[in-house]
């Protein structure tokens, strides 16, 4: 079963971007004509559940991650399994201050 892993985007909204532009350059733009409706269909309700379940958890504006299990028929079509939603949270992990004051102060020559 092929697996669709996706890189960390700064927002929700910007991994659904990421798998939508990656489904309609994969699975319909080489789909033959009579699959496109199907594959497209497919796609749309997987990616309704993903805004609903994002959009449960106010997440939207959050960092993420996508991965989205998936089989292929044998004419092209697009079987999606499930779908994968890594929420991320980004914190400072340190904060300090320099001041170039000092670093004058003791460039200056005696």
Known sequence: MPIQRFRITPTGRG???RAKRWFYSTFYAKAPTEIKETNKKA???LAAKIIEE???RN???KPARLAINY???PKGEFKPISATVELMEISPLESFTITL???RRKN???
């Open 59 to 61: 997440a939207s504006d």
């Open 71 to 73: 089989e292929v028929g």
């Open 101 to 103: 004051n000092e670093i």
């Open 15 to 17: 991994a659904l971007f």
């Open 108 to 110: 200056k020559p005696a």
């Open 54 to 56: 994002i959009n449960k």
């Open 43 to 45: 796609w749309t309700e």
